[in-house]
């Protein structure tokens, strides 16, 4: 009998850490996208954006959105999808394709797999597309590769999803899953954002303008 009130009161007190543990998060969830909230503003102000309050009930976010440096920039937190996205310029072309996600498809004709240099980037990005020119160009740009393997050791550990994708597709960033309420990363410190957008939309001109330049 003793042995069963024991084992009783293991149970018990198993399920009290785990609620325990349950409350913690979703209270660390909730001081997260309320800290969200209040810096968007500010964040949009920096970055010489547009801030909308929500007009939806139980969003509490509001939206970002604007031009930023030729590119339309809109960051929705409460978009499960795509919290982040930054569309390509119209005036150029981007000759990369690459995501943290694995590929489902071969690259597309004309395109290869970018040959291995650094494996932070490696790891980072499982899908690393790029046109048949601009793989073959960057072996003799020291300069890019350096500049894509720092981002990758900059922003790898902090990015649950990265896709850029060139042609007519746009640059979108989400960084962890903003529908999941069980995410604990699901909203960023706005101040990781006003660093990561000018670091990511750096890496994008450079590698357009490498693009653009004619082969050495």
Same mark, same amino acid.
């Given at each position: 009998?003793?042995? !069963?009130?024991?084992?009783?009161?293991?149970?018990?007190?198993? +399920? @009290?850490?785990? @609620?325990?543990?349950?409350?913690?998060?979703?209270?660390?969830?909730?001081?997260?996208?309320?800290?969200?909230?209040?810096?968007?503003?500010?964040?949009? !102000?920096?970055? +010489?954006?547009?801030?909308?309050?929500?007009?939806?009930? &139980?969003?509490?976010?509001? /939206?970002?959105?604007?031009?930023?440096? +030729?590119?339309?920039? !809109?960051?929705?937190? #409460?978009?499960?999808?795509?919290?982040?996205?930054?569309?390509?310029?119209?005036?150029?072309?981007?000759?990369?394709?690459? #995501?943290?996600?694995?590929?489902? $498809?071969?690259?597309?004709? &004309?395109?290869?797999?970018?040959?291995?240099?650094?494996?932070?980037?490696?790891?980072?990005?499982?899908?690393?597309?790029? /046109?048949?020119?601009?793989?073959?160009?960057?072996? @003799?740009?020291? =300069? $890019?590769?350096?500049?894509?393997?720092?981002? @990758?050791?900059?922003? +790898?550990?902090?990015?649950?999803?990265?896709?850029?994708?060139? &042609?007519?597709?746009?640059?979108?960033?989400?960084?962890?899953?903003?529908?999941?309420?069980?995410?604990? #990363?699901?909203?960023?410190?706005?101040?990781?954002?006003?660093?990561?957008?000018?670091?990511?939309?750096?890496?994008?001109?450079?590698? =357009?303008?490498?693009?653009?330049?004619?082969?050495?």
């Amino acid at each position: 009998m003793n042995a !069963e009130w024991i084992i009783i009161g293991i149970i018990l007190g198993i +399920g @009290a850490l785990v @609620a325990g543990g349950v409350v913690m998060h979703l209270m660390r969830c909730r001081r997260a996208r309320l800290r969200c909230a209040l810096e968007l503003p500010g964040l949009a !102000e920096a970055l +010489g954006l547009t801030y909308t309050q929500s007009r939806t009930i &139980g969003q509490i976010m509001g /939206s970002v959105s604007g031009t930023y440096r +030729g590119r339309q920039l !809109e960051i929705d937190p #409460d978009s499960g999808r795509h919290p982040l996205e930054i569309s390509r310029r119209r005036d150029r072309v981007s000759p990369i394709d690459l #995501d943290t996600r694995q590929p489902r $498809l071969h690259p597309e004709p &004309g395109w290869v797999v970018l040959p291995s240099f650094d494996p932070a980037f490696d790891k980072l990005f499982k899908k690393r597309y790029a /046109s048949a020119a601009f793989a073959e160009m960057l072996s @003799a740009r020291p =300069e $890019l590769t350096e500049a894509l393997s720092g981002f @990758a050791r900059r922003w +790898g550990s902090r990015i649950s999803h990265l896709g850029i994708s060139g &042609g007519s597709a746009s640059f979108r960033l989400k960084i962890g899953a903003l529908s999941d309420t069980w995410n604990e #990363d699901m909203w960023q410190p706005v101040d990781e954002l006003q660093a990561f957008i000018p670091d990511l939309v750096n890496l994008l001109e450079l590698v =357009e303008q490498h693009a653009s330049e004619p082969a050495r």
